[in-house]
């Protein structure tokens, strides 16, 4: 890629997401699960971490079979969440304070009580019958397709009305909607465009890739073993109409500046990325992959981890090839925990009491250097950490739940699964955000939904908001920083000693301004030679630690260090403008907590 300025520049390219799940992050009445009043009580809370657009995890009516994601009215709010009023409150109090919001949205699937598939699954003749796919009970079985949250893992269940069983991908409480009916698809553009007239600013778009099946209904398991490695999400990310639907809804719903998507784009290669996001194909505009969070994992067992750690080099090639991706068109996106994944210090840093800190620190400084829009975790800011249940009966997860009961069901070792679990199990991301060290972590005065992590009492915003070396402060000051350098949004990355076990290292450079990020992701103390020559003297612009060693162009990294260097001195003239004025006010080497005097509700984008 050129290091010229770029020339397709785009506010949500330059934005930074914040993900609030909001059954977790603050409750408001008591009843011990979080709300719209909640979120809206921290709105300062959220302007002050300096991000630009929060994505909110459905808030839509539904029994809540998998907290949200089952819909049973799109045009209206959940009850545990509040009301349409509180949602126009929300939007304002985002808007008033130049954050935008992107809505979850669900349209692979609905709930099995939304009235479509209630009136569906009374008759072949009702005309909601065809807005879901069904198998005749005539026919006999229904070819194999497997369920990712059934305990049988079976995507098949029967309906006695209708002597007929309907697809379901996830739980048998969602079934999947039927795209290849014009009706539907137009049901759905409606429902976008209501929310869009209400003033949101986009859509993160749940199992989008699914919405297209092949309606022949061939048998797919030796293909999906064959060319997909026994990955379902592979072959269910493949239907034949995807990209034509996903164009027609560009053209029905998305065509307009203001508005952003970003795809779940499980079971898509490096390979077919462009199709979805490049600019010319007017389908979508942002995605994420799955490559990233699923390093590591074995071939046995459900999402356990291979022995021995991190592959780092693995990992910087995983990255660098998805970096490539996007090099010349689209954009990417980069991220370490969802509400789909454990938490990140947890997963990629060390939650050992020595090390969460500082390597919390790393993880927030690698995904603000990344070429690619990066995506935080409410809790992320904090270090939070996973809570490692021991018992079944303590998740809420139906993911965990009903693939425990399947390994059970198998003779699996359950015990070793709940072993696992407390590494990669979704709820370890679910726990409520830890506000304060009062009873129940500040989040509510009632009985919390899920447990809170007992760390609460020394992992806490109000401990970190007065603590100027906390991550919390760490997090607002690299926000800050990426908001002040182009060149850590647009710069062209380049990767360097792409072998180092322990050393992820990489320049970003745009223009003339070249800065050099050094990354230690291990525990140990690493003696490493810089790839470049660095005047006597250099100090970093950031440093992570209060310790800095370098000696003969070798520095010496502490556990989990993380060094941004720059604007590097060889034959590079003095920064100007607003990104000089910057480095004035931030003099090389004093991003270490010191500086508490930056206001990041002060920036604009």
Not at 261 to 270: F, Y
């Amino acid at each position: 890629m050129s290091n010229k300025v770029v020339k397709d520049k785009n506010w949500w390219k330059e934005s930074i997401i914040y993900q609030i799940y909001p059954w977790s992050f603050k409750d408001s009445n008591g009843d011990g699960i979080g709300d719209l009043q909640g979120i809206i009580s921290k709105l300062d809370y959220i302007k002050n971490l300096g991000i630009d657009m929060v994505w909110l995890n459905p808030i839509y009516k539904s029994p809540n079979d998998d907290n949200g994601y089952d819909i049973s009215d799109y045009y209206d709010i959940m009850e545990e969440m509040g009301t349409m009023e509180d949602f126009d409150i929300l939007i304002k109090g985002l808007h008033d304070r130049k954050i935008r919001l992107m809505m979850d949205i669900i349209v692979n699937h609905t709930s099995d009580e939304h009235p479509w598939f209630a009136a569906a699954r009374q008759s072949r003749d009702n005309p909601y019958y065809n807005y879901y796919h069904w198998w005749p009970g005539e026919k006999g079985k229904p070819p194999r397709r497997y369920s990712h949250f059934d305990p049988e893992g079976n995507a098949w269940t029967y309906n006695k009305a209708t002597d007929s069983y309907y697809l379901h991908y996830f739980s048998e409480k969602m079934p999947d909607l039927n795209w290849e009916n014009p009706d539907v698809r137009k049901a759905i553009y409606d429902i976008m465009r209501f929310w869009f007239n209400k003033g949101i600013d986009g859509f993160r778009m749940d199992a989008i890739c699914y919405i297209s099946k092949d309606t022949t209904w061939p048998e797919v398991e030796k293909i999906v073993k064959e060319k997909y490695r026994g990955d379902w999400s592979g072959y269910y990310a493949h239907g034949p109409h995807l990209h034509e639907y996903l164009q027609e809804m560009h053209r029905e719903t998305l065509d307009r500046p203001d508005v952003v998507t970003l795809a779940e784009a499980s079971g898509i290669t490096k390979d077919e990325a462009l199709l979805f996001v490049n600019e010319d194909r007017k389908e979508l505009h942002m995605l994420y992959h799955f490559e990233g969070v699923q390093l590591g994992f074995a071939k046995e067992g459900y999402k356990r981890l291979e022995p021995g750690g991190l592959n780092l080099p693995k990992m910087k090639q995983l990255y660098t090839e998805w970096n490539d991706v996007f090099a010349q068109d689209g954009w990417g996106t980069i991220y370490l925990g969802t509400h789909d994944q454990p938490r990140m210090v947890t997963r990629w840093g060390n939650d050992e009491e020595q090390y969460r800190e500082i390597s919390a620190k790393l993880l927030i400084t690698f995904l603000l250097t990344m070429r690619a829009t990066p995506i935080f975790y409410y809790g992320d800011e904090l270090g939070m950490t996973n809570i490692r249940f021991e018992k079944i009966e303590d998740y809420k997860d139906i993911e965990t739940i009903n693939m425990y009961k399947y390994v059970k069901s198998q003779g699996g070792d359950t015990e070793r699964f709940l072993k696992d679990a407390q590494i990669t199990g979704r709820d370890n991301g679910r726990t409520p955000f830890q506000w304060d060290e009062s009873p129940n972590a500040g989040f509510t005065t009632g009985k919390p939904w899920l447990k809170i992590n007992d760390n609460y009492k020394f992992i806490n915003a109000a401990v970190q908001d007065k603590d100027e070396r906390s991550i919390l402060q760490y997090f607002r000051q690299l926000v800050l920083l990426r908001k002040h350098k182009p060149v850590l949004i647009y710069g062209a990355y380049e990767l360097l000693d792409p072998d180092h076990p322990q050393v992820y290292t990489y320049t970003r450079t745009l223009d003339e301004e070249k800065l050099l990020i050094v990354l230690n992701f291990s525990k140990e103390e690493v003696l490493y030679k810089l790839p470049f020559v660095l005047d006597i003297g250099t100090e970093p612009l950031v440093n992570n630690m209060l310790s800095f060693r370098l000696e003969n162009n070798e520095v010496t990294l502490s556990p989990y260090q993380a060094l941004i260097f720059g604007p590097l001195p060889t034959e590079l003239p003095p920064l100007q403008d607003e990104a000089q004025a910057f480095t004035e006010e931030l003099p090389a080497g004093k991003i270490k907590q010191e500086n508490s005097s930056l206001e990041s509700n002060e920036l604009t984008t």
